[in-house]
Every structure is written in structure tokens, then in C-alpha cells.
């Protein structure tokens, strides 16, 4: 539902949506760290139960936020 409340903002605004949480699959952190330079922003949606503390600390780590 979280990623269902964002695409709107997602579309809006050419951005992708990328599906995260405990098990979070290689890929999405392979796409992070290829544009982590051309990222400005990430917007995370879902709460801790959702997305982990670990995946979000990854998240900052290789976008620099």
C-alpha cells in the first residue's frame, strides 16, 4: 500500500519506485549504487516494520543522505 500511495508522486515527477524491505533483493541496491550520483532525494515510505533500519542505513550510505 506504501508504494501504491507514492507512485503518484513517482509519476509526477519521472521517478522510480524501487520495492524495498527485510529481504530486500540485490538488485535494488545494484540500481542504487549505478545512480547514486544522479540521485537528489529518496523519499521512503512504510515504517520500520516495513523497511528495516539496516536496508534504510544502506539506503544513506551509497546515496549520500
Known sequence: PD??????LASRTNSPILLVGKDTPDN????LNNYAKQIDEVIVLG?????SDAV???????TGG
Open 47 to 51: 515504517g520500520t516494520a516495513v523497511v
Open 28 to 31: 535494488v541496491f545494484y540500481y
Open 3 to 8: 508504494a501504491l500511495a507514492g507512485s503518484v
Open 56 to 62: 534504510l542505513g544502506r539506503i544513506q550510505e551509497m
